[in-house]
């Protein structure tokens, strides 16, 4: 069966510090991965999507950036923290007739 | 574009009583629409899919949806709440599958006793 596994699960982290979350995949070959950020009261919000190595698309203009340097490996990345970024951030994989299947979250506190 | 609307952002009821939950598609394409729940600091689990089959869409825990292309619907019903369903609701729209799956903002149930 597959398995998403994403850390850490919570994260406080500085103003202006760098940002390495981590997300696999486990029991599938070829998914499409995601990166969301849930803020308070505002659903989930689709950052960056994946449909391949090496191959990221950015769905909102912002200070984060994503990897992918395998086939089942997804990083969200920052060189430098806002307190903007503070949120929890959900990695998913689904696969062509699949729907999302969701990590557990990371709660990011900039402060 | 695809958007999803739900209406109310926290809805109450009394255990045993209808939960009704509101959820209004756009979508330019044949919809894949979706309910998920979500428990405080978890991820998102599906609770049932709609994917052109049939309209009445029953899923996990009790819970159904009805798909009405008429009124770009798919409200969440569940004939009598438990405790144990309050939680955050989401309703959900793609494409195709589950790709670039757009959500809405989301509805918290509340459950009285």
């Known amino acids: 069966s597959q398995t998403i596994h994403q850390w850490p699960a919570t994260l406080v982290q500085p103003v202006g510090s760098p940002l390495s979350l981590e997300c696999t995949v486990e029991?599938?070959?070829?998914?499409?991965l995601y990166w969301y950020r849930q803020a308070a009261g505002r659903g989930l919000q689709l950052l960056f999507y994946s449909v391949g190595i090496g191959q990221i698309s950015s769905e909102v203009p912002q200070n984060l950036s994503a990897s992918r340097p395998q086939d089942r490996q997804f990083i969200l990345s920052s060189k430098k923290l806002l307190l903007s970024d503070s949120g929890f951030y959900l990695c998913?994989?689904?696969?062509?007739?699949?729907?999302?299947?969701f990590g557990q979250g990371t709660r990011l506190t900039v402060v | 574009a695809q958007s999803v609307t739900q209406l109310g952002s926290h809805v109450s009821v009394s255990e045993g009583a209808l939960v009704l939950l509101r959820c209004n598609y756009s979508?330019?394409?044949?919809?894949?629409l979706f309910w998920y729940v979500q428990y405080p600091n978890q991820g998102l689990q599906l609770l049932l899919k709609?994917?052109?089959?049939?309209?009445l869409v029953k899923g996990i825990n009790g819970f159904e949806a009805e798909f009405k292309k008429s009124e770009t619907s798919f409200h969440l019903t569940k004939p009598s709440a438990h405790m144990s369903d309050a939680a955050e609701y989401f309703c959900a729209v793609s494409h195709t599958g589950g790709f670039k799956t757009i959500f809405g903002a989301g509805t918290r149930l509340f459950v009285k006793a």
């Open positions: 979508s330019s394409v044949p919809p894949y």
């Open positions: 709609y994917t052109s089959a049939a309209t």
């Open positions: 998913a994989w689904s696969l062509e007739n699949t729907e999302a299947f």
């Open positions: 029991g599938t070959s070829n998914p499409n």
